[in-house]
Nanobody, 127 residues
Framework: QGQLTESGGGLVQAGGSLRLSCAAS????????MGWFRQAPGKERQFVAT????????YYAASVKGRFTISRDNAENTVYLQMNSLKPEDTAVYYC????????????????????WGQGTQVTVSS
């Protein structure tokens, strides 16, 4: 339980788009609130976006709001991060994370709240 695998990273020019996916193993995906974080070289990992178990409650970091969209498909055990209007400062390793919770309408934006992490996928935005 709790194994997360990210995909969809790559190299894109500024202004372009990428869609990240995070697939979770097991049958408990619907009990997870999910989040995306990123870590740029030489910097601490930072929060990007989070979505509640139900998918109805979403919260974004100010730096990505209006450009990124988080969504989930509980039938497919997958969470997505659609990234549009990418900027060079979006370059980072992107991680998805899962938080086991009994609350369907709660989101989490702090790293210590999360129980499981993926291995990360590199996103590079060229200027």
């Amino acid at each position: 339980q709790g194994q997360l695998t990210e995909s969809g990273g790559g190299l894109v020019q500024a202004g372009g788009s990428l869609r990240l996916s995070c697939a979770a193993s097991g049958r408990t995906f619907s009990t997870y609130a999910m989040g995306w974080f990123r870590q740029a070289p030489g910097k601490e990992r930072q929060f990007v976006a989070t979505i509640s178990r139900s998918g109805l409650i979403i919260y974004y970091a100010a730096s990505v709001k209006g450009r990124f969209t988080i969504s989930r498909d509980n039938a497919e055990n997958t969470v997505y991060l659609q990234m549009n209007s990418l900027k060079p400062e979006d370059t980072a390793v992107y991680y998805c994370a899962a938080k086991v919770t009994s609350f369907s309408g709660t989101y989490y934006y702090k790293e210590p709240d999360y129980d499981y992490w993926g291995q990360g996928t590199q996103v590079t935005v060229s200027s």
